[in-house]
């Protein structure tokens, strides 16, 4: 069975709507009534909660106020039917009930059907085990087998130069801006950074921000989006901020240090697909390239002679299937630890499809409460990828996109 969060990601900006909040209740409510059963051996009855999780998301209109598809809510159910499909599979199996497989079946399909894509889960899964010989199960995993974001990524178009450039290049707020210079006294940023090379500085201010800034992917913080009004709301609330946040906090720490970089916005190829991940691409002057920074899990990655890589480098090495290394240092909030396998492979492999970055990378650069200058996003997407989720300037030049930084 697999393991599934109540997390309404697509929903997090939202979070503070009565309507929202009242609906996440419920949800969590029926989903740990579900889960005590399973953890308990009573798969069958777990099925009369699973089954009314299900209807509640089926049936809620609460999109209309969460600012989503309609669509993206009802995937929701994905991973609900999937377990539900399990219960009615150990359950039939337990009682030489036919129908319960059927059922079993029935629910795999709907799972499938609305985006269910943990090809290895569904392959070794204990709880699957009396739909192995079926054909049905068989055409199913395939299916998912085709649909697994890795398989997909490897599937997408090449990048291609563009026959238009964009006029715009990405710009970087210089160090001495008052406002950077502000957050670099206030961390104490130095001696953050400590006195050793380049890449050491980059690290140390990566572990500073997940190590003082827990995560948390279902809150958005109330606060401005600048390093130090996000880390004071964390220090006052005791709540975590999700990646973006994150992402913003080390970028402006990275500028105010002297050392470009940015916040990227990763996105999946499935434009239904509300969840994505924002990590930092930090310029290195050393190795002279962008960098993989991940301040959510406290993650960089390597190839196999521990070269430090950057986030195009990765995607390449993906689906050219490289060897990759993921750093030790990698965890959830020092609570669990990352795997190479379910990290990049397990999660990331979806979320690099696509690419968003801010034109011009400063501090608080998407304030909720203040007049934002008219600076725009650049996406980078392969050759002939559609997709308006996101509507900004575009382009399928990886050289334009990733292009060693100009200063101020």
């Not at 953050?192 to 990566?206: F, M, P, R, T, Y």
């Not at 290394?325 to 492979?345: P, S």
Request: charged share 25%; aromatic share 12%.
């Amino acid at each position: 069975m697999m393991a599934v969060a109540m997390i309404l990601v697509c929903m997090s900006s939202t979070a503070q709507d009565k309507r929202v909040i009242a609906f996440q209740t419920v949800m969590a409510m029926h989903e740990t009534t579900y889960k005590n059963f399973v953890k308990d051996g009573k798969y069958q009855e777990a099925i009369a909660p699973l089954t009314t999780l299900i209807h509640l998301i089926d049936t809620t209109n609460i999109y209309k106020v969460a600012n989503v598809s309609e669509m993206m809510v009802r995937q929701l159910n994905a991973p609900y039917y999937y377990d539900l499909a399990c219960c009615y599979a150990v359950t039939g199996q337990k009682t030489k009930v036919r129908t319960y497989r059927q059922q079993a079946l029935k629910a795999l399909e709907q799972a499938v059907t609305l985006g269910y894509n943990d090809y290895n889960n569904m392959l070794y899964d204990k709880d699957l085990t009396s739909l192995r010989k079926d054909k049905t199960y068989k055409s199913l995993l395939e299916k998912v087998k085709e649909n697994t974001p890795l398989h997909v990524l490897r599937k997408s178009a090449p990048y291609a130069k563009d026959s238009v450039k964009l006029e715009s290049t990405f710009t970087y707020q210089p160090k001495d801006d008052y406002r950077l210079s502000v957050v670099r006294e206030y961390f104490k940023l130095d001696s953050v950074a400590g006195q050793g090379d380049e890449l050491s500085k980059i690290i140390n201010l990566l572990h500073f921000v997940h190590d003082e800034m827990p995560h948390d992917g279902n809150h958005r913080a109330f606060a401005e989006m600048d390093a130090i009004d996000l880390y004071n709301y964390v220090k006052t609330t005791g709540k975590g901020v999700n990646c973006r946040q994150l992402a913003i906090s080390l970028c402006e720490m990275y500028l105010a240090m002297g050392i470009p970089a940015r916040y990227v916005t990763c996105l999946a190829a499935d434009p239904n697909d509300g969840e994505c991940h924002v990590i930092n691409a930090v310029w290195s002057g050393q190795l002279q390239k962008w960098l993989w920074i991940d301040p959510t899990n406290d993650a960089w990655v390597m190839d196999e002679n521990g070269t430090m890589l950057s986030i195009a480098e990765v995607r390449e090495r993906m689906i050219n299937d490289l060897p990759l290394v993921l750093c030790d240092t990698a965890n959830w909030n020092h609570r669990e630890k990352q795997t190479k396998e379910g990290y990049l492979y397990g999660y990331m492999s979806k979320n690099l499809y696509y690419f968003v970055c801010k034109k011009y990378s400063r501090f608080n650069p998407e304030s909720d409460y203040r007049p934002n200058p008219a600076e725009e996003d650049i996406r980078l997407i392969p050759v002939g990828f559609v997709n308006d989720n996101w509507k900004c300037d575009t382009t399928t030049d990886p050289d334009f996109f990733w292009a060693k930084p100009e200063t101020e």
